[in-house]
């Protein structure tokens, strides 16, 4: 089945620094990489993908960057404020295949200081 | 309300007991989920419905059984639980089973087994 890491585990940045969340994959088959974003006393929430015909997505300061021939994908977090702090996951699907189901990364803590 | 709900919030449990979590979604999703959440570790799958029916159990012991009565509801009950079962238990919902539907997470519920 398809594993994902997740490095760093955490992660502490200065208020208005860029911050960079890293996954790495196992599956070729996995096509589709969402990244959740999870604020203390809530479920997670989708804040960005990318699928694998493409190697680089923008949503104002969140970018995600992916290279299939390594099988690994990036969060990228531009000008980063306290509010972005939180648990980030990555995860990996195969969308069209029989596995239906998301494969999530452990997590990375983000904490931004003002 | 709006959302993916779940009551109760927090739960604590002693190892021979019964007790059952609820979540409802008010989205008019189709799929809906289980998913145990450990401190350090990946988000862990345990069950998938569809229209009522269940699609996937990730080899998730027998003291966790769900239930669907209908689209809109989840039910997880609990019984004779062992204390690294102690976990956020989450609930999602997509608009149908695959990996490339985001999915809606309520807030969880905090279970302790003592």
């Known amino acids: 089945g398809e594993n994902v890491e997740q490095h760093p585990s955490t992660l502490s940045v200065q208020e208005g620094d860029s911050a960079v969340i890293k996954c790495t994959y196992s599956?070729?088959?996995?096509?589709?990489f969402p990244w959740y974003k999870q604020e203390l006393g809530k479920g997670p929430q989708l804040i960005i993908d990318?699928?694998?015909?493409?190697g680089e997505k923008k949503d104002q300061r969140i970018a995600v960057t992916l290279n299939k021939t390594a099988k690994h994908f990036s969060l990228h977090i531009t000008e980063t404020q306290p509010e972005d702090s939180a648990v980030y996951f990555c995860?990996?699907?195969?969308?069209?295949?029989?596995?239906?189901?998301?494969?999530f990364g452990s997590g990375t803590r983000l904490q931004v200081q003002p | 309300e709006t959302g993916v709900t779940q009551t109760p919030r927090h739960l604590v449990m002693g190892m021979t007991n019964k007790k059952s979590l609820k979540c409802e979604q008010h989205?008019?999703?189709?799929?809906m989920y289980w998913y145990k959440q450990s401190a350090k570790k990946p988000l862990e799958l345990m069950f998938v419905y569809n229209f009522k029916e269940q699609t996937e159990n990730n080899s998730v012991p027998s003291r966790f059984s769900p239930e669907c009565p209908n689209s809109s509801h989840l039910f997880l009950h609990l019984h004779t639980l062992q204390p690294e079962d102690s976990a956020l238990y989450l609930c999602?919902?997509?608009?149908?089973?695959?990996?490339?539907?985001?999915?809606?997470f309520g807030p969880g519920t905090r279970l302790t087994v003592t």
């Open positions: 990318i699928r694998s015909n493409v």
């Open positions: 599956d070729s088959a996995s096509n589709y």
């Open positions: 999602a919902s997509s608009p149908d089973v695959g990996p490339s539907y985001e999915q809606y």
């Open positions: 995860a990996a699907g195969a969308m069209d295949t029989g596995r239906r189901a998301l494969t």
């Open positions: 989205l008019g999703h189709n799929a």
